[in-house]
């Protein structure tokens, strides 16, 4: 039987640990040690402020899709904004889902072109789930281009390319307890391999519902998220509840950063637009699936295969660090808040 999730309340309830488990800490063996703390917390706002942190100031908007499917945000540096964005020197395509629920709230505010990155990535705290969806294509813009990808992970592009994470994974997951956010074109076949749960906000027959995440999450081996729970900003929570087992992030919304092995992430199963015309003219026609034949490299980044880039003195790089350690502490301090409040 298999069960999904896509998104749920934003407050959810207390999760179903022990007291002494609550706002504890379990070590993997990944290989990953991050510089200041194991597994911090990814409470609240500040896991969207880490992301938002590292979007340069000095790029621009150049275009925005929002296709029935997909979302694009095209991205170059303001010196060549006037240019195209497939040709401009480091320019950036960013992929997202586009949403389509009850909560989509009003129109849109467009235009969005000629608008600094960040200003539109910013969106991504909206609680219009279109809007947050184009906030968080431009987030990708800056971190899912192959020279970002290749300069942050210190390899080529292709040394990261792999098939589907399920079935990539299909040997690592056998027999384990496997819980999957967000119910995936035929995922039910890992049902054959593993013991698998199908968690979704609008369940399909042998699905849970998302709300069982809070009892479901914590008893996993492994637990697949959806990048789209960035957008209907249920990821810090399943995180949080996801702490015991390997997780993995999921689909093409997912921002390829290494930020993720620091909030307790072991896998990032992402995609690049390497061919960023084709991947528009995709995502215009409401391709679903045509993304991943016309323009865009499936990949996965595991944590134990990252190093942490360091200085010539031999300490954390001044750039990962103005990334990374400041967010962290404000997503210790969110969680240590929460937990006094129950």
């Known amino acids: 039987m298999a069960r999904r999730i896509s998104k749920f309340s934003a407050t959810p309830p207390r999760s179903p640990l022990t007291p002494g488990e609550v706002g504890g800490q379990r070590e993997r063996s990944t290989g990953y040690a991050p510089h200041s703390l194991k597994q911090p917390k990814a409470g609240g706002w500040a896991l969207y402020d880490g992301l938002l942190e590292a979007v340069p100031d000095a790029d ?6 929002v296709g029935q499917l997909w979302t694009l945000v095209a991205s170059t540096p303001r010196r060549s904004a006037g240019t195209s964005a497939e040709g401009a020197q480091g320019a950036g395509l960013g992929i997202a889902m586009t949403h389509h629920t009850e909560y989509s709230g009003e129109l849109l505010c467009p235009p969005y072109g000629g608008r600094p990155l960040r200003e539109v ?9 279109r809007e947050a969806a184009i906030g968080l294509a431009a987030i990708n813009s800056h971190f899912n281009t192959p020279e970002r990808v290749e300069q942050t992970f210190g390899r080529e592009l292709t040394r990261f390319k792999a098939p589907r994470v399920f079935r990539a994974m299909r040997q690592e997951i056998e027999g384990k307890k496997v819980a999957v ?11 054959k391999h593993c013991r698998l749960t199908i968690l979704e906000r609008h369940p399909r027959p042998g699905d849970l519902p998302d709300f069982a995440a809070e009892y479901v999450l914590p008893e ?10 960035l957008i209907n900003k249920t990821l810090p929570r399943l995180l949080e509840l996801s702490r015991r087992a390997k997780t993995i992030l999921v689909g093409p919304s997912v921002p390829l950063t290494p930020r993720w092995f620091d909030l307790g992430v072991s896998v990032l199963a992402g995609a690049v637009a390497v061919k960023p015309e084709e991947v528009w003219r995709a995502a215009a026609e409401a391709g679903l699936h045509d993304l991943f034949t016309r323009g865009v490299m499936t990949v ?4 134990e295969d990252y190093r942490r880039p360091r200085s010539t003195k031999g300490v954390v790089s001044r750039t990962h660090k103005s990334f990374s350690s400041r967010a962290v502490k404000r997503v210790k301090s969110s969680w240590a808040l929460a937990r006094a409040a129950r």
Request: aromatic share 12%.
């Open 121 to 129: 990535a910013a969106f991504v705290r909206s609680w219009n789930v």
């Open 181 to 191: 956010v967000g119910h995936f074109e035929g995922v039910e076949a890992l049902a």
């Open 300 to 303: 996965q980044l595991r944590a």
């Open 220 to 229: 996993q081996d492994y637990v697949f998220i959806t990048g789209t729970t």
């Open 60 to 65: 621009d908007v150049h275009r925005v899709l």
